[in-house]
């Protein structure tokens, strides 16, 4: 199984700054990697999908980079509306597997 | 526009079952993969079970197979999970989800449904 580590587990930034949430797989995954976004009581979103692409709708602050067994997802300018908690997925593999999350707070 | 409505949910003594539905709409059905995530009280996402659009091929997660069924009715557009032997760690909110694209399985999933709670407790 491959295993997604998320960190920080927590990120505490103002609106306006810059957010970098990192995903280390525990293999290789090429870029076969997403992002999701989660709100209280809400179902996830994906974001980015294939490690950089936007999926329909998501803003252009948003955007996804790396390979192999390393990832990030950055927010460029935080909005009232992206404090959430986030979670990576890969699909290289079955079962298919999910990190364990990062909050980002209001700081 | 894509709509996931899933029902079923409730209260089950260990050791029972339960069968979870998703209403589909807005798609061609039989043309994506669907899956079954999980979230536990408070905690992170667990993929559960995928199945093709033909019904053909399904997959699922070490810790549910065996006990878990995942099935489709093509004719009413609708999503199935069927849980026996259920413990207390499967209680969840569990989550519809299609997937992406038409071609491959369980890779990413772009439309969720609201999501059923499922409590597993004597």
């Known amino acids: 199984e491959i295993v997604l580590t998320q960190s920080p587990a927590t990120l505490s930034l103002s609106p306006g700054e810059r957010a970098t949430l990192s995903c280390r797989a525990s293999q290789s995954i090429s870029t076969y990697l997403a992002w999701y976004q989660q709100k209280p009581g809400q179902a996830p979103r994906l974001l980015i999908y294939d490690a950089s692409n936007r999926a329909t709708g998501i803003p252009a602050r948003f955007s996804g980079s790396g390979s192999e067994t390393g990832f990030t997802l950055t927010i460029s300018s935080l909005e009232p509306e992206d404090f959430a908690v986030y979670y990576c997925q890969q699909r290289s593999n079955w079962p298919k597997t999910f990190g364990q999350g990062t909050k980002v707070e209001i700081k | 526009e894509v709509q996931l409505l899933e029902s079923g949910g409730g209260l089950v003594q260990p050791g029972g079952s339960l069968s979870l539905s998703c209403a589909a709409s807005g798609f061609t059905f039989t043309s994506y993969g669907m899956s079954w995530v999980r979230q536990a009280p408070g905690k992170g996402l667990e993929w559960v079970s995928t199945i093709s659009g033909s019904g053909g091929s399904t997959f699922f997660a070490d810790s549910v197979s065996g006990r878990f069924t995942i099935s489709r009715d093509t004719s009413k557009n609708t999503l199935y999970l069927h849980m026996h032997s259920l413990r207390a760690e499967d209680t969840a909110v569990y989550y519809c989800?299609?997937?992406?694209?038409?071609?491959?399985?369980?890779?990413?999933?772009?439309?969720w449904g609201q999501g059923t709670l499922v409590t597993v407790s004597s």
């Open positions: 989800a299609k997937d992406l694209w038409e071609i491959g399985l369980g890779y990413h999933f772009d439309s």
